[in-house]
């Protein structure tokens, strides 16, 4: 299966009602029970070695930071830094320490000024050559490493992803942008290519629950 470039709902940053906000309820929700949270919290063990450690996370394309603020509760000291281009889904990122505005190609971060850039059911939205410079940015801003949440691509994981919102969700944008995201999701030579292009050789690729892939990329 070909990676698809189709766009979906959620690329579309006019959009600041409820849609939006149903959206990101369900979102949580998948990210509960389908890998979101348990894939951010295995990456993380990468890079903390205490449970007392304070690191500065930079939570770019943030959504609500569920994952990060679940993570939470094993690490209470994280610095979760939310940011997105949408305002409307920036508003549901509470209990996090900032947030910002900002197109993530066009960063207003100086450089090596937090420790970890985490990226959850991001990347995908975007083509290889963005990818590319999206990681060169986040080597850039991050102090210690890069932490990649996002999707497997597969015609088992497409399927499944059609049957699920069709039985449980009533976000009429999760229903039309699930499928949509299986598409633009990664096989490990997509990520293993775009990597080499980007001159990172220092990664570790898992697969996890479910239909995921956890990376992570140490400087």
């Not at 603020?69 to 994280?78: M, Q, T």
């Not at 209990?95 to 993530?104: E, G, V």
């Not at 970890?116 to 995908?124: E, P, R």
């Not at 969700?169 to 995201?181: F, R, Y």
Request: hydrophobic fraction near 40%.
């Amino acid at each position: 299966m070909k990676r698809s470039y189709e766009q979906e709902k959620m690329d579309d940053f006019s959009i600041q009602d409820k849609r939006i906000d149903l959206a990101l309820i369900e979102l949580r929700i998948i990210n509960k029970y389908l890998g979101g949270i348990s894939t951010t919290k295995s990456a993380l063990n990468f890079f903390i070695n205490s449970k007392n450690e304070e690191l500065k996370i930079l939570d770019i394309g943030s959504g609500s930071s569920d994952n990060l603020l679940a993570a939470k509760n094993l690490y209470p000291h994280l610095q979760i830094i939310s940011i997105d281009k949408n305002l409307g889904i920036l508003s549901n990122s509470a209990n996090t320490l900032l947030k910002i505005n900002s197109d993530a190609l066009d960063l207003p971060i100086k450089n090596e000024s937090c420790d970890i850039v985490h990226v959850s059911l991001f990347l995908h939205h975007f083509n290889e050559k963005q990818i590319e410079k999206l990681l060169k940015e986040f080597l850039r801003i991050s102090n210690i490493g890069i932490i990649i949440n996002d999707l497997q691509r597969s015609f088992i994981a497409l399927v499944g992803i059609k049957i699920l919102p069709l039985l449980f969700s009533k976000s009429e944008m999760v229903k039309n942008d699930a499928p949509i995201s299986v598409k633009r999701g990664f096989n490990r030579f997509d990520l293993i290519n775009v990597f080499r292009n980007s001159g990172i050789s220092n990664y570790r690729i898992k697969r996890k629950w479910a239909f995921r892939w956890m990376i992570v990329i140490k400087k």
